[in-house]
C-alpha cells in the first residue's frame, strides 16, 4: 500500500515536473522568437537610415558641384535648395543610427552647416546678390570635406553589408560579466566597473581609431567622426549656433563684486514685493551674461558680473487660486517693471491659468526695438512678477541707427494689394545670425488670415513674413 | 378569437416599444458628448472619458484615463478648477467644462477658421523633463528643457525636438522607457516656458549629475553652472 501511495506521488511528480519543462521549453521558444521579431524590426529601421544616409549624402555632394558652376540665380537657387534640403534629411537619418551620442557629432556638424550656409547663400541669391569669393571658398572647402565624408560612408557601408559587420559591438557575455573570461571589451574598459556605458564607448572610440578595421557599423561611425575632428571648423554667417552671444552687447561697464550682487538681489526683490529678503550667493557660473547665482526661500537669481544686472530670475513658489482677470495682471506687472525702471509696450501674452507668460520689448524713437526683448512670468494668484528673463534685452540692446530711407508710404507701395492694413510703426527686427534690420511693420489681413509683413525702411525689400493665429493661450506669432 | 388577436396586438406593441426605448437609450448613451450633463464622482462613460483625456492633455495627472470619475479624476477637476479661477469643487459643470474645451481645442486663423493643434511638442518635451529631472527644482527642469531647445539651434545636434530626444545614447530615460512615463504640471510648465526661449543655463547644450558619471567626455566639457543635482555644460 505505502509502496503505491510513494510510487504514486513520484509519478506525479515527475509528470508534473515534464509538463512544467515542456510548458518552460515552449515559452523560451516563444520569447527568443519573439526577441527576433523585435531586432529584425529594429535593425530594418537602421537599415533604412542608412540607405537613405548614403543616398541623400550623395545627392547633396552632387548638388553642392552644380551649385559651383551655376551661373544664373534660378540655377543657383535650385541647387542650393536641393543642398539644403538634402542636408535636412541627412541629418535626420544621422541621428537614427544607432551611433553614440557624441560619437558622430562631426558629421552632424558639417552636414549641419552645410545646410545651414546653403540657407543663407539662398536667400543671399534670392535678394539678388552674389557670392562673393570668401562665400566660395567656404562653400568649396564644404564640398571637399563633403565629398570625404561621403567617399568614406559609402565605404563603411559597403564593408558592413559585404562583410555582414553587427550595428554594435556585442555586449560582455554572462559569463564575462561575472568576471570569467577576458572579453575584448573588458579589457578595453580598462577594468571600469558596470553602468559605464559612455565612457566604454569613449574608450572603444580610442582603440578603435588606433585599428583601421571597424567590428561594427557603430564603431565605424565612430572611427569616421573621429578622422574628421582634424580639419578646422567654420566660421561663416548662419542660423545655427546663436543660442549663445559672446560678447553681450546691453551689460553696463564695471565689475562687481558678491557684496554688490546680493545688495542688486536684494533690490530688484525689494521692488518685486519681498520686503526684507535676504538672497545668497549660492554658486557661480562661466557665463558672459551671468556670474553669480542667488537664492532666497524659492527664487533663483542671476545676476550679470559686468554690469551686475538681474539678467533671470524665477520665483519657484506655489501659486495658489487664480484670483485676478489677465488685464488686471499686466496693470500689476507694468507698475511692477515701472518700480524696476522699465517702461515697455507688451508684445504677447499666453495665458496658462495660474500663471501668464508675456513678451515686452523697449522701444526707443518710436521704434519697437524686437531683439531686446524681456519675458516676463505673472502669478495669477496676487499678480507678482515670478518670472524675468532679460538675457535677450542685455545680449542684443546697443545704440542703433533708426533714421529710414523710405517713408511709409514708400513702404506701403511694396505689399501686396490684398493685404488690409491695420496697425503699423517703424520696428528693428533681427535677421541671420546677430545682424538686425531696421523695417516697417504692418500688421493686417489678407485670404482670412492675419500676418505681419516686415518692408526693410532702407532698401524697400520684403525682409520677413509672420502668420499670426489665436490659440486657446492667445496670439501665436508663426 | 377577436380578442386573442387583440391580445396579440398589444403583446406585439409592447414588445416593440420596449425595443425602442432601448435603443434611444443605447444611443443616447453612445452619442453622450462631453458637456451634456454635469458629470461627477461616481460618473461612468465615454463622457468621463473625454473629460480625461482634456486634463491629461493639460498636464493634469490622474491615473489612467478609464471613463472612471474617480477620486484622482475629481483632485485633477478641483486643480484645474483653482487654476483658471472657478469654482473648486471637484464636479465638472457646465463653466468647467466649457473652459476645460476651450482650452483644449484647436488654434484657429483670423477668419475663424480651424488650424489644427500647435503646442504638439510640448508633451514630447515635458516627457523628457519629468522623466530626466523630476525631483530637480522648477528652475532645473526648465533648464533640461532649455538644453533640448539649445540643440535645435546647435549645429551638432538634430533640427528637431523629436530628433534629438530620441537619438540613440543622447538621453538615459530613453533607453530605459521612462520617457513613456505620464509627465506632472510642473514638467509642463517648464516644458512651456523653455519653449518659449528661456534659458537659465546660459546656452548649455549638455548636462550631468557628477555624482552618478564617469564620462570623460563630458566631463571636459566646459561648465557653465550647477542647479539642483545637475551640472551644465556647453
Excluded at chain 2, 522623466?131 to 533648464?143: T, W
Amino acid at each position: 500500500m505505502r509502496e503505491r501511495t510513494k510510487r504514486k506521488i513520484l509519478a506525479f511528480t515527475s509528470a508534473t515536473l515534464a509538463v512544467a519543462f515542456v510548458a518552460s521549453l515552449g515559452w523560451g521558444v516563444y520569447q527568443y522568437q519573439m526577441l527576433q521579431q523585435y531586432k529584425l524590426e529594429t535593425e530594418n529601421n537602421y537599415q533604412r537610415a542608412l540607405n537613405d544616409l548614403v543616398t541623400t549624402l550623395n545627392e547633396v555632394e552632387t548638388s553642392m558641384a552644380k551649385v559651383k558652376i551655376a551661373n544664373t540665380p534660378v540655377q543657383q537657387l535650385l541647387y542650393l535648395g536641393e543642398t539644403w534640403k538634402g542636408s535636412i534629411d541627412a541629418v535626420g537619418n544621422l541621428s537614427e543610427l544607432p551611433a553614440d551620442e557624441v560619437g558622430i557629432n562631426y558629421v552632424d556638424t558639417l552636414v549641419n552647416q552645410v545646410g545651414d550656409f546653403s540657407k543663407t547663400m539662398s536667400r543671399k541669391i534670392a535678394s539678388l546678390e552674389n557670392m562673393d569669393s570668401e562665400d566660395l571658398k567656404i562653400f568649396n572647402d564644404m564640398h571637399e570635406r563633403v565629398i570625404e565624408t561621403n567617399r568614406s560612408i559609402q565605404k563603411l557601408a559597403n564593408e558592413f553589408y559585404t562583410e555582414n559587420l553587427p550595428w554594435v559591438d556585442k555586449p560582455p557575455g554572462l559569463l564575462q560579466k561575472m568576471g570569467f573570461g577576458k572579453s575584448m571589451r573588458a579589457s578595453a574598459e580598462g577594468g571600469e566597473s558596470e553602468g559605464q556605458d559612455e565612457q566604454a564607448g569613449q574608450q572603444e572610440q580610442q582603440q578603435q581609431g588606433q585599428q583601421q578595421t571597424p567590428t561594427s557599423l557603430r564603431g565605424g561611425l565612430q572611427q569616421l567622426d573621429a578622422s574628421l575632428q582634424k580639419y578646422p571648423p567654420f566660421t561663416y554667417q548662419g542660423e545655427l549656433d546663436k543660442h549663445i552671444v559672446a560678447k553681450p552687447l546691453g551689460l553696463p561697464d564695471g565689475e562687481i563684486n558678491e557684496n554688490k550682487a546680493v545688495a542688486v538681489a536684494k533690490d530688484f526683490l525689494q521692488n518685486i514685493g519681498y520686503k526684507e529678503a535676504t538672497p545668497q550667493v549660492t554658486g557661480l557660473s562661466q557665463e558672459p551674461l551671468g556670474g553669480f547665482d542667488l537664492t532666497y526661500k524659492d527664487a533663483y537669481l542671476e545676476i550679470s558680473k559686468k554690469g551686475g544686472v538681474v539678467t533671470y530670475f524665477r520665483d519657484q513658489r506655489e501659486v495658489s487660486d487664480r484670483k485676478l482677470e489677465l488685464k488686471e495682471a499686466l496693470g500689476k506687472a507694468t507698475q511692477t517693471l515701472a518700480k524696476l525702471d522699465w517702461k515697455l509696450d507688451v508684445t504677447s501674452t499666453q495665458d496658462f491659468g495660474s500663471y501668464v507668460q508675456i513678451e515686452l520689448v523697449p522701444s526707443e524713437e518710436n521704434v519697437r526695438l524686437y531683439p531686446d526683448k524681456i519675458r516676463l512670468t505673472v502669478a495669477m494668484d496676487n499678480g507678482q512678477i515670478i518670472g524675468f528673463d532679460a538675457s535677450p534685452y542685455y545680449a542684443y540692446h546697443h545704440k542703433r541707427n533708426l533714421k529710414p530711407a523710405l517713408t511709409m508710404a514708400e513702404a506701403k507701395e511694396k505689399l501686396k494689394k490684398d493685404f488690409k492694413i491695420l496697425e503699423n510703426r517703424l520696428a528693428v527686427i533681427s535677421k541671420i545670425g546677430t545682424e538686425e534690420a531696421l523695417c516697417y511693420e504692418f500688421r493686417g489681413t489678407a485670404y482670412g488670415e492675419e500676418y505681419l509683413v516686415y518692408i526693410n525702411a532702407n532698401d524697400g525689400s520684403e525682409e520677413k513674413i509672420s502668420r499670426v493665429i489665436n490659440t486657446p493661450n492667445g496670439k501665436l506669432i508663426q | 378569437m377577436h380578442s386573442y388577436r387583440n391580445q396579440h396586438k398589444r403583446k406585439v406593441t409592447v414588445i416593440v416599444a420596449a425595443a425602442l426605448i432601448f435603443c434611444l437609450f443605447l444611443s443616447a448613451i453612445a452619442i453622450a458628448a462631453l458637456g451634456d450633463r454635469t458629470l461627477g464622482q461616481g460618473s461612468r462613460g465615454s463622457e468621463v472619458k473625454d473629460l480625461q483625456k482634456r486634463l491629461t492633455q493639460l498636464g493634469y495627472q490622474l491615473g489612467k484615463v478609464d471613463g472612471i470619475y474617480g477620486e484622482k479624476t475629481a483632485a485633477a477637476v478641483t486643480r484645474f478648477q483653482k487654476e483658471r479661477g472657478l469654482k473648486a469643487d471637484g464636479i465638472a459643470g457646465k463653466e468647467t467644462i466649457a473652459a476645460l474645451k476651450k482650452l483644449t481645442g484647436e488654434s484657429q486663423n483670423a477668419s475663424g477658421k480651424q488650424v489644427g493643434f500647435k503646442n504638439s511638442d510640448v508633451q514630447l518635451l515635458a516627457q523628457c523633463i519629468y522623466s530626466e529631472g523630476r525631483g530637480e527644482p522648477y528652475v532645473g527642469q526648465v533648464a533640461i528643457g532649455a538644453c533640448v531647445m539649445n540643440r535645435i539651434k546647435h549645429p551638432s545636434f538634430p533640427n528637431t525636438i523629436a530628433g534629438i530626444i530620441y537619438q540613440p545614447g543622447a538621453f538615459s530615460a530613453v533607453d530605459d522607457g521612462q520617457i513613456n512615463l505620464q509627465p506632472d504640471e510642473t514638467a509642463f510648465k517648464a516644458a512651456r516656458e523653455a519653449m518659449n526661449g528661456s534659458d537659465p543655463t546660459g546656452g548649455a547644450i549638455y548636462y550631468f549629475n557628477p555624482d552618478k558619471t564617469s564620462n570623460k567626455f563630458i566631463w571636459s566639457r566646459p561648465q557653465i553652472k550647477k542647479i539642483g543635482k545637475h551640472i551644465f555644460a556647453r
